[in-house]
């Protein structure tokens, strides 16, 4: 775990695991071929120890889940989802797949 962050809870996807930090942030680690860890462009490489996933500023998750190849969080305001978008997985309303979050859309 990154020091001085406490993991509150643990969600295991097929390909990446992400994590709730009491800090109020996610942190995802494993294979990233899709966007799967929400911390920037698609490496198809393997990452070891958890991840900061990259929020929009301001932005604390109170929850979060990881999927097939994709992720979802929680906030106070809009839900937040990234990774592979086939069949509009991420809920942004694209194909598109998405290697930081973006909101889905609807939500609030």
Same mark, same amino acid.
């Given at each position: 775990?990154? *020091? &001085?962050?406490?993991?509150?809870?643990i969600s295991a996807g097929t390909t990446a695991t @992400?994590? *709730?930090g009491t800090n109020g942030k996610g942190y995802c680690w494993g294979l990233d071929e899709e966007g799967q860890l929400g911390n920037g462009p698609a490496t198809? +490489?393997?990452q070891w120890a958890p991840s900061e996933v990259v929020m929009p500023t301001g932005t604390f998750f109170t929850g979060i889940s990881a999927a097939a190849s994709n992720g979802c969080a929680v906030t106070a305001g809009p839900a937040? @989802?990234? &990774?592979?978008?086939r069949w509009s997985a991420v809920g942004d309303g694209t194909d /598109?797949? +998405?290697? /930081?979050? /973006?909101a889905v859309a609807g939500s609030r």
């Amino acid at each position: 775990m990154p *020091l &001085g962050v406490t993991f509150v809870s643990i969600s295991a996807g097929t390909t990446a695991t @992400c994590a *709730l930090g009491t800090n109020g942030k996610g942190y995802c680690w494993g294979l990233d071929e899709e966007g799967q860890l929400g911390n920037g462009p698609a490496t198809s +490489r393997i990452q070891w120890a958890p991840s900061e996933v990259v929020m929009p500023t301001g932005t604390f998750f109170t929850g979060i889940s990881a999927a097939a190849s994709n992720g979802c969080a929680v906030t106070a305001g809009p839900a937040y @989802c990234w &990774g592979q978008n086939r069949w509009s997985a991420v809920g942004d309303g694209t194909d /598109v797949f +998405r290697h /930081v979050p /973006v909101a889905v859309a609807g939500s609030r």
